[in-house]
């Protein structure tokens, strides 16, 4: 499978961003996607994923009422729309596609995109 991410970019604190993940090559709505991020100088970190039918959402804490993840399965594409975001939330976001929220969450995702770069100045 293939990922492509998309839609990132420089934008004030406060701001919104959405990115997207299209995917190619298997079928999209078996498995579960979600995004992880890596800040300059961080270790990769889980943000977000939703199961193959969208029933089931994860979320990392400090995200939690700023950014949303859904899926449409007939465009085989995921999004995050991203709310007042923060400083903080600057980083290099990958989609990620798995078995389940769990193996996303767990940095285990079998098929990853190419990185989005998210940048939010204060």
């Known amino acids: 499978v293939q990922l492509q991410a998309s839609g990132g970019g420089l934008v004030q604190a406060g701001g919104s961003l959405r990115l997207s993940c299209a995917a190619s090559?298997?079928?999209?709505?078996?498995?579960?996607v979600g995004w992880l991020r890596q800040a300059p100088g961080k270790e990769r970190e889980f943000v977000v994923a939703?199961?193959?039918?969208?029933?089931?959402?994860d979320y990392l804490d400090s995200v939690k009422g700023r950014f949303t993840i859904s899926r449409d399965n007939a465009k085989n594409t995921a999004y995050l729309e991203m709310n007042n975001l923060k400083p903080e939330d600057t980083a290099v976001y990958y989609c990620?596609?798995?078995?389940?929220?769990?193996?996303?969450?767990?940095?285990?995702?079998?098929?990853w995109g190419q990185g989005t770069l998210v940048t939010v100045s204060s």
């Open positions: 990620a596609s798995g078995r389940t929220t769990g193996t996303i969450r767990r940095g285990e995702a079998d098929a």
């Open positions: 090559g298997r079928t999209f709505m078996n498995y579960a």
């Open positions: 939703i199961s193959w039918a969208g029933s089931i959402t």
